[in-house]
């Protein structure tokens, strides 16, 4: 289940994981997979760490009693691990994969798996950085203008799935603004009004909602600018603000 590679297959394969197709859960994990690793929390690359999750993720996608056999599969997976922290850090990337497979497919049914695994490893020191390490990544992606496809792409999605879920979708963008920075927030509006635009003027109400979001923290910025000379960003680093949309998983 943990995959080891010498350091040519890790080229390789870090070179696949970021090609034109590049699997977004890695890029969002990258940065804080490297860390951890120069630090010595893992004796595993970052390459390592996401194949490693992958097949973790892969085992417990194609269980129908997946939450029945997480904790062995857990054991298991400590029992395999040679470094202290390597089945923490597997299974917390596992979990990304498995929420970005249930959003691509658009299927239901392993939240509750996620919040196994994560209730199991919320007392782990290494829990809160890696969240906020890969929060900190997606809201960097944000201020580059790299969602923007990934945000179109989800809410295309959900238009297939009919008005509901497009409605949902929309009402996500909304209270995920609530968390993040001007720049994050002008993305989110950006692909928005869009989308409404093409959609004869049907989430008007959302777009403006964002609007003033958008306004609000830019008021807050600048206050914050003209009192201390620097800036500060509260991103929300739950799980499901983690991951975007990536289709990661085949479900055997």
Same mark, same amino acid.
């Given at each position: 289940?943990?995959?080891?590679?010498?350091?040519?297959?890790?080229?390789?394969?870090?070179?696949?994981?970021?090609?034109?197709?590049?699997?977004?859960?890695?890029?969002?994990?990258?940065?804080?997979?490297?860390?951890?690793?120069?630090?010595?929390?893992?004796?595993?690359?970052?390459?390592?760490?996401?194949?490693?999750?992958?097949?973790?993720?892969?085992?417990?996608?194609?269980?129908?009693?997946?939450?029945?056999? !997480?904790?062995? *599969?857990?054991?298991?997976?400590? /029992? +395999?691990?040679?470094?202290?922290?390597?089945?923490?850090?597997? %299974?917390? =990337?596992?979990?990304?994969?498995?929420?970005?497979?249930?959003?691509?497919?658009?299927?239901?049914?392993?939240?509750?798996?996620?919040?196994?695994?994560?209730?199991?490893?919320?007392?782990?020191?290494?829990?809160?950085?890696?969240?906020?390490?890969?929060?900190?990544?997606?809201?960097?992606?944000?201020?580059?203008?790299?969602?923007?496809?990934? !945000?179109?792409? *989800?809410?295309?999605?959900?238009? /297939? +799935?009919?008005?509901?879920?497009?409605?949902?979708?929309?009402? %996500?963008? =909304?209270?995920?603004?609530?968390?993040?920075?001007?720049?994050?927030?002008?993305?989110?509006?950006?692909?928005?009004?869009?989308?409404?635009?093409?959609?004869?003027?049907?989430?008007?109400?959302?777009?403006?909602?964002?609007?003033?979001?958008?306004?609000?923290?830019?008021?807050?910025?600048?206050?914050?600018?003209?009192?201390?000379?620097?800036?500060?960003?509260?991103?929300?680093?739950?799980?499901?603000?983690?991951?975007?949309?990536?289709?990661?998983?085949?479900?055997?």
């Amino acid at each position: 289940m943990i995959v080891h590679l010498d350091k040519e297959q890790t080229r390789l394969q870090r070179r696949k994981l970021l090609a034109d197709n590049s699997d977004i859960v890695f890029v969002l994990f990258h940065d804080i997979l490297k860390e951890l690793h120069k630090e010595d929390k893992t004796q595993l690359s970052a390459v390592e760490v996401f194949l490693s999750a992958r097949n973790f993720a892969r085992i417990l996608v194609s269980m129908n009693e997946a939450t029945e056999g !997480l904790e062995d *599969e857990i054991d298991d997976l400590e /029992d +395999d691990a040679d470094g202290k922290n390597d089945a923490m850090i597997i %299974s917390i =990337v596992a979990c990304a994969i498995i929420k970005a497979f249930a959003k691509a497919h658009a299927v239901s049914g392993y939240d509750d798996v996620m919040m196994a695994i994560l209730m199991r490893w919320n007392d782990h020191p290494l829990f809160w950085p890696m969240l906020s390490g890969a929060a900190r990544k997606e809201e960097e992606r944000f201020a580059e203008n790299k969602r923007n496809d990934l !945000l179109r792409y *989800e809410l295309e999605l959900a238009a /297939d +799935d009919g008005k509901e879920a497009v409605r949902e979708t929309v009402r %996500s963008f =909304v209270d995920i603004a609530q968390n993040i920075g001007s720049n994050a927030t002008t993305q989110l509006l950006m692909v928005l009004s869009r989308f409404n635009d093409c959609n004869g003027h049907k989430y008007q109400k959302e777009v403006d909602e964002l609007y003033e979001i958008l306004k609000r923290t830019r008021a807050v910025l600048d206050l914050e600018i003209t009192g201390n000379g620097s800036s500060t960003f509260n991103f929300n680093d739950r799980v499901s603000q983690v991951v975007a949309h990536a289709d990661v998983v085949e479900k055997k």
